[in-house]
T-cell receptor
Framework: DTEVTQTPKHLVMGMTNKKSLKCEQH?????MYWYKQKAKKPPELMFV???????INESVPSRFSPECPNSSLLNLHLHALQPEDSALYLC?????????FGPGTRLLVL | QKEVEQNSGPLSVPEGAIASLNCTYS??????FFWYRQYSGKSPELIMS????GDKEDGRFTAQLNKASQYVSLLIRDSQPSDSATYLC??????????????FGKGTLLTVNP
């Protein structure tokens, strides 16, 4: 089973809202990732968790806050976002190989 | 600055033909190479991975790697309209733990005409 699940599929939020994106994988992968993808652009890495510890933060603004509660779950907490943060947010996992992406959360910030 | 270059396309081929997608990369330390397929509005799907020089075949897909030339390609035989998508080349460097840090190309849009 090479499935990564993400909720919600779509999210509309105002600039003063707080929301969270959730990701889950049951492949036993020890690395999990958050990517952001704008239309007609490749995915951009935001965060990497390795063995449940944050190992890479690609200079992401603090209005994005990741959390890894356990080896299967990854959250991305959102607060005070800007309209330019509207994008497809992708979770991925890997184990010494290619990354498997979830279906993504399409976020619109109004 | 690590770079991965792909022709943006669109690449248009007739149904049943061979589609050839190319990718070059700048970092000679790159260790892993991947091709992803992304349909419009969907997330990237891993279709091929290759780690050593030569060819790797999986069904209608063949990945080719030449580290000396810093070149990786994807051939799709007997192209079908359902293969119409954007193909992303991704190149990885081991960043410790169990993960590679990937650099993505901008993608090539492939259209297969019935």
């Amino acid at each position: 089973d090479t499935e990564v699940t993400q909720t919600p599929k779509h999210l509309v939020m105002g600039m003063t809202n707080k929301k969270s994106l959730k990701c889950e994988q049951h492949m036993g992968h020890r690395a999990m990732y958050w990517y952001k993808q704008k239309a007609k652009k490749p995915p951009e890495l935001m965060f990497v968790y390795s063995y449940e510890k944050l190992s890479i933060n690609e200079s992401v603004p603090s209005r994005f806050s990741p959390e890894c509660p356990n080896s299967s779950l990854l959250n991305l907490h959102l607060h005070a976002l800007q309209p330019e943060d509207s994008a497809l947010y992708l979770c991925a996992s890997s184990q010494a190989g290619g990354k498997y992406f979830g279906p993504g959360t399409r976020l619109l910030v109004l | 600055q690590k770079e991965v270059e792909q022709n943006s396309g669109p690449l248009s081929v007739p149904e049943g033909a061979i589609a050839s997608l190319n990718c070059t990369y700048s970092d000679r330390g790159s260790q892993s190479f991947f091709w992803y397929r992304q349909y419009s509005g969907k997330s990237p799907e891993l279709i091929m991975s290759i780690y050593s020089n030569g060819d790797k075949e999986d069904g209608r897909f063949t990945a080719q790697l030449n580290k000396a030339s810093q070149y990786v390609s994807l051939l799709i035989r007997d192209s079908q309209p359902s293969d119409s998508a954007t193909y992303l080349c991704a190149v990885g460097v081991d960043s410790g733990g169990s993960n590679y840090k990937l650099t993505f190309g901008k993608g090539t849009l492939l259209t297969v005409n019935p």
